[in-house]
């Protein structure tokens, strides 16, 4: 592992630049340490369809998650001037006050011949949930973004002409739509599903 100092200075959005670091570096990493402001946080709490936005002068307190070339999964809490703190799944427009210094953890490629007796040789875990879902469906959007926020892997499969979506299976059942995730998540249903 290497640790690769990052800055942003203000005006930036946190989660545009590490995804752009994360796509130019390749390969995995994860946050080591952060220490900045910010002037707006947007986070994803759970069981909410739709983004939190605060604004002010915002203390970043932790910034926790992994990077990848193919995606950024982060969780960031941060204090207002009252000393209340905030946090969820970060999402675009959180934007930098002054400046945030991060450091990064770089893991080296599996692919690297001089790494290659490191890697793993478990097959993949199937995936407990499959969602048959559309990019244009809003519930649809909502099922994904929740089961991300609450770190549960899935499986997104195409739904067939004229379904409707989306349509949810948990362990080879089918529990139904956007509604009854939520009623799985409020009864903590879920909780099992959870990456550890």
Same mark, same amino acid.
């Given at each position: 592992?290497r640790?690769?100092p990052y #800055?942003?200075s203000?005006? =930036?959005?946190?989660? @545009?630049?590490?995804?752009?670091l994360a796509?130019? #570096?390749?390969?995995?990493g994860?946050?080591l340490? &952060? &220490?900045?402001?910010l002037s *707006?946080a ?5 069981g909410?369809p +739709?983004?939190?936005?605060v604004?002010?002068e915002?203390e970043?307190?932790t910034?926790?998650?992994? !990077?990848?070339a193919?995606?950024? #999964?982060? #969780?960031?809490s941060?204090s207002? /001037?009252?000393c209340q703190?905030w946090?969820?799944h !970060?999402?675009?427009g959180?934007l930098?006050?002054?400046?945030? @210094?991060?450091l990064?953890g770089c893991?080296? /490629? ?8 490191d890697?793993?040789q478990d +097959?993949? !875990?199937q995936?407990?949930v499959?969602v048959?879902? /559309?990019d244009q469906?809003?519930? =649809?959007?909502r ?5 991300? =926020?609450?770190?549960i892997p899935?499986e997104?499969v +195409?739904p067939?002409?004229g *379904? /409707? ?5 948990? @362990? ?5 739509g956007? +509604?009854?995730l ?5 009864s903590?249903? !879920?909780d099992?599903?959870r *990456?550890?």
């Amino acid at each position: 592992m290497r640790a690769l100092p990052y #800055h942003l200075s203000a005006g =930036s959005d946190l989660l @545009d630049c590490l995804q752009r670091l994360a796509q130019h #570096h390749g390969g995995q990493g994860f946050v080591l340490g &952060v &220490v900045g402001n910010l002037s *707006q946080a947007a986070f994803l709490c759970p069981g909410q369809p +739709e983004p939190t936005v605060v604004r002010g002068e915002l203390e970043i307190i932790t910034l926790q998650g992994t !990077l990848t070339a193919e995606g950024v #999964h982060l #969780h960031l809490s941060c204090s207002d /001037s009252a000393c209340q703190v905030w946090g969820g799944h !970060l999402e675009p427009g959180t934007l930098v006050l002054k400046g945030v @210094d991060l450091l990064i953890g770089c893991l080296e /490629s599996v692919d690297d011949p001089r790494h290659a007796g490191d890697a793993l040789q478990d +097959e993949p !875990l199937q995936a407990r949930v499959m969602v048959a879902a /559309s990019d244009q469906c809003p519930f =649809s959007r909502r099922a994904l973004r929740l089961l991300d =926020s609450l770190a549960i892997p899935f499986e997104r499969v +195409e739904p067939a002409a004229g *379904q /409707s979506v989306p349509q949810i299976t948990i @362990d080879g059942e089918f529990i139904g739509g956007y +509604e009854a995730l939520i009623h799985w998540h409020a009864s903590g249903r !879920l909780d099992g599903l959870r *990456q550890a």
